[in-house]
């Protein structure tokens, strides 16, 4: 079964403590993506990854970031997370990325949602 | 940044009823995802467009892409309290080829 499961589901923790949200996916995709999402703000991109060792900032890059040493997983890092990165975090993964004109056939798969709660 | 404007915010219909939701830019995209998210859920994806003017209907969900490729509308005929959720609207960016820029959502409510 296709599958983007992200780790933990739920969390809250305490301002400055690092923390890391995991992803992995099992469709041997080479697009990956990380979301926030706040209410009334839609998703917003934190940051994406074309392939391996591949990753570019999206529109909400402060304050995360990012690894890709493996097609599979693509873990978000919050060094000192603080009270304003309280939210909902969507990991994505499809074969192509959406500029590709071939997007049109392609899947793009959420996980779950990781809330997370900092105070 | 390529904003996308999504209206209206929210949609409340009774069954049987049509509604239309849309989607508005004034960047150019060069392809466009509908979604639909339900509470606890992550976003699926209904559509993508791709070509200006385009229209696409899976059952009786329409979706069409402006001429311009900077906007876009879902129409839902005889809504089913099943078509209840979060739609989304998301623009692939010309100048990138990983983001994506996603609207804000519009909230349908379907009563029986």
């Known amino acids: 079964e296709a599958q983007v499961t992200q780790n933990p589901r739920y969390l809250i923790t305490v301002t400055g403590k690092k923390l890391t949200v995991t992803c992995s996916q099992n469709?041997?995709?080479?697009?990956m993506s990380w979301y926030r999402q706040d209410p009334g703000l839609g998703l917003r991109q934190i940051y994406y990854s074309m392939n391996v060792e591949v990753t570019d900032k999206g529109d909400v890059p402060e304050g995360y970031k990012v690894s890709r040493k493996e097609k599979r997983n693509f873990p978000l890092i919050l060094e000192s997370p603080s009270p304003n990165q309280t939210s909902l975090y969507f990991c994505?993964?499809?074969?192509?990325?959406?500029?590709?004109?071939?997007?049109?056939?392609?899947?793009?798969?959420f996980g779950e949602g990781s809330w997370l709660t900092v105070v | 940044t390529q904003l996308l404007e999504q209206s209206p915010q929210f949609l409340s219909i009774q069954e049987g009823e049509n509604l239309t939701v849309y989607c508005n830019s004034s960047s150019v995209f060069s392809s466009l995802q509908w979604y639909r998210q339900e509470p606890g859920e992550g976003p699926v994806l209904l559509v993508t467009?791709?070509?200006?003017?385009e229209v696409k209907k899976l059952k009786r969900l329409t979706f069409q892409f402006g001429d311009a490729r900077k906007d876009s509308s879902l129409h839902i005929t005889a809504a089913q309290p099943g078509d209840t959720g979060l739609y989304l609207c998301?623009?692939?960016?010309?100048?990138?080829?990983?983001?994506?820029?996603f609207g804000a959502g519009t909230q349908v409510v379907v009563t029986p």
């Open positions: 467009v791709v070509t200006g003017g």
């Open positions: 998301a623009g692939a960016d010309t100048d990138s080829w990983g983001k994506l820029q």
């Open positions: 994505a993964s499809s074969l192509i990325p959406p500029r590709d004109r071939g997007f049109s056939g392609n899947t793009i798969y």
């Open positions: 469709m041997n995709h080479e697009y």
